[in-house]
């Protein structure tokens, strides 16, 4: 995944939504975001944060409580958590970063920006159940060397789980926009 940062353009007062941070407060997750005091132990703590030059959890943290909505909406830095949950097991203020991640991923998603690979991963498992698809080639080596089969995936219930959440409909919106 090529990784976009968020943009350090200096910011101008039309991109500042001040509800943001109110409204990421009022959802599961996001509870404690606005307890946040910058200290940067998330960041120094992040495993992904060593290897990478971009991807900083306090900048994301940050920038929410700013209120730069779309910045952080539209970077692709955003899916690069690996969602290990050091920074939330750390934060000192007992802020849920991880989680905040992940609120932020899923307004991402349901304006149809995500990552490629990620639509594609969505897409194999609605299909097969498995978030990547297992080559035949694969399979005959694992019966060669004694290993037991893969377990059986049910992409019906899987399907119909993700109905619940209206997540066929998110993906088919994202479909439409990456046609455009
Ligand atoms: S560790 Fe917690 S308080 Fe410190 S910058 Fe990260 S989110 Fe903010
Ligand atoms: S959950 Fe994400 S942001 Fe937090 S430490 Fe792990 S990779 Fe970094």
Redesign the pocket.
Known sequence: MTETAISKEPVKASEIDPKFKYELSRMHGGEKLLKCFQCGT?TS?????RFSDTYR?RTIIHMAQLGLKDRVLNSDTLWL????????DRCPQGVE??SV?RVLRNLAAEKGIAPKVFKEQAASILDSGYAYKIPSLRIKKRESQGLPPLPKSNPENVRKALKGVKFLEKIEKEDEQDEQ
């Not at 703590?45 to 944060?49: E, I, M, R, T």
């Not at 958590?81 to 939330?88: G, H, I, K, N």
């Open positions: 998330c703590d992040c495993p992904v944060a959890p958590c690996a969602a290990c949950f050091t920074c939330t970063v991880a991640i």
